[in-house]
């Protein structure tokens, strides 16, 4: 079972709608959990992290992570073609500093 | 405020040669980490250097290895390259303690041929 699983996509949306992405792991000790936007051939840009259990919000960008589900989401609300890239999920390593990713998925909004 | 930057941002080589990747960390950032991301996966981690000693290694070979300097920027070495280490590396750069939030260059595209 790989550590962290993400449904790599992709994803087409009409611009506007509401966007949920999700990723799931397998070890509860994890504490720090990251989204990272990606656009083609360019690195990955930190979008939010969230310490622990509970939401976060930015702008039109929420986090919320299941502590007891191990489970994490993004959503983007009112979408926009400028959103199109791939979405990576990262959770920080207990041991260390490694980030543990998952595959990412690939979202496109239509205008 | 410069970000974290990489060099070359592209690169050829053919198969056994060996390639230095560099990388300089975001002002105030102390710690520095190897990612390699292949077509269509996430990036992987290869290590992490932190007063310029690797603080912690994924699961990638000896060919593998790095440096950092007193500035803290860093390099990645790989020797005898394989087809299959064409990728994206990427360098991401942090402070050391509390949630140790990295932060990504645009990488080094690498093919080998």
């Known amino acids: 079972q790989k550590e962290v699983e993400q449904d790599p996509g992709p994803l087409s949306v009409p611009e506007g709608a509401i966007v949920s992405l999700n990723c799931t792991y397998s070890?509860?000790?994890?504490?720090?959990f990251m989204w990272y936007r990606q656009y083609s051939r360019k690195g990955p840009e930190l979008l939010m992290y969230?310490?622990?259990?509970g939401n976060k919000e930015d702008g039109r960008f929420t986090a919320q992570v299941d502590k007891s589900s191990k489970y994490i989401s993004l959503f983007i609300r009112d979408s926009q073609p400028s959103d199109s890239a791939t979405y990576l999920c990262?959770?920080?390593?207990?041991?260390?500093?490694?980030?543990?990713f998952g595959q990412g998925t690939e979202l496109s909004v239509k205008p | 405020d410069a970000g974290v930057t990489q060099s070359p941002t592209h690169l050829i080589k053919t198969r056994g040669q060996q390639v230095t990747l560099r990388c300089s960390p975001k002002?105030?950032?102390?710690?520095v980490s190897w990612y390699q991301q292949a077509l269509g996966q996430g990036p992987q981690f290869i290590f992490q250097?932190?007063?310029?000693?690797?603080?912690q290694r994924g699961n990638f070979p000896d060919r593998f290895s790095g440096h950092q300097f007193p500035n803290y920027s860093s390099e990645l070495n790989v020797n005898a390259l394989l087809l299959g280490d064409s990728a994206l590396y990427l360098c991401?750069?942090?402070?050391?303690?509390?949630?140790?939030?990295?932060?990504f260059g645009a990488g080094t595209r690498l093919s080998v041929l």
């Open positions: 002002s105030g950032h102390d710690t």
């Open positions: 990262a959770i920080r390593d207990n041991q260390g500093g490694k980030l543990i």
């Open positions: 070890n509860s000790a994890f504490q720090y």
């Open positions: 969230t310490y622990s259990s």
């Open positions: 991401a750069s942090s402070l050391f303690g509390g949630p140790d939030i990295q932060y």
């Open positions: 250097y932190y007063e310029e000693e690797e603080r």
